[in-house]
């Protein structure tokens, strides 16, 4: 990752190195850059192929100072993942970078402006379509509102003897939000697991109805990700309950930061998240891309 005299994108395989490079830009604001620090995170923790058989690929633009201007995070077959971008100049010289390099992306996930510059940077390099296939919106906990009355029954972390409840609940909200898992179901139970990421909420006869994930705390921020309530228990305000409960675990843990990213075709979830002090931040889309044959 050596620097140049002109801006430009420094290509890794390298998790250690990357890091290193990365991590002032990274931290020095978490909110947006949630995705590439959790990202990271897992793959340090849990091991390069963690999300698949795929080798990762890393990049961060640098000034001709070394100062980083945009970092990114690729784990083969997923998205790209990338932060914001100073401008389109960034994305252009990127999608060059990786088509020239005939890298076959199958999207991009990122806030709404850079998702969109390098979607279209992207088709003019390779011909490939470009769809938005998610919006969502970024949310930071404000001051925490716990709705009331909240649902009879408590919360508690789940251990290794609900390995199989949690496993067929995130292969159930994969299935219900149409979003392709990023890791096996099996392995992102094991994960989470292995640090307490995951929050139940049970009725007083002690079974579990909803469940809130949360990432590790990295750069002062943690993120509440999934929150799920089964089809059939859902309207009984177990999802606020449960997701109040991890909200205030992050905090007393010392979080800075607490947040969540919601389904913008989801007003139920904005609407109960906003209701419970969270407030958004911004806008990201993912786009999918689709060679053209022929």
Known sequence: MASSSEPRWQLTSDLDAFRSRAQEFLHSAPAPHTALLSVTETLRTRGLHVYGDGVPLFGIRADGDGTVRGAFVWTPPHLLALSPLPDEAAADELAAVLADAGHELP?????????AAFAGAWQRRTGATATVSFHERLYRLGSLTPPEPLPEGGARVATGAD????ERWHAE??????EQAAMASGEWADARIAYGGVTLWETPDGTPVAMAGNTRQVAGQVRVAPV???????????????????SRAALEAGADEVLLFTDLDNPTSNGLYQRIGYRPVRDFEMYAFETCEG
Not at 173 to 178: L, Q, S, T
Not at 228 to 238: I, N, Q, S
Request: proline content about 3%; hydrophobic content about 45%; overall charge positive.
């Open 107 to 115: 999207g991009v996930g990122a806030e709404s402006a850079t998702a």
């Open 163 to 166: 390995r199989a409840l949690l």
């Open 173 to 178: 909200f994969k299935e219900a939000i149409g």
């Open 228 to 246: 799920y309530t089964p089809a059939d228990l859902r309207g009984r305000g177990y999802a606020g309950a449960v997701t109040v409960a991890v």
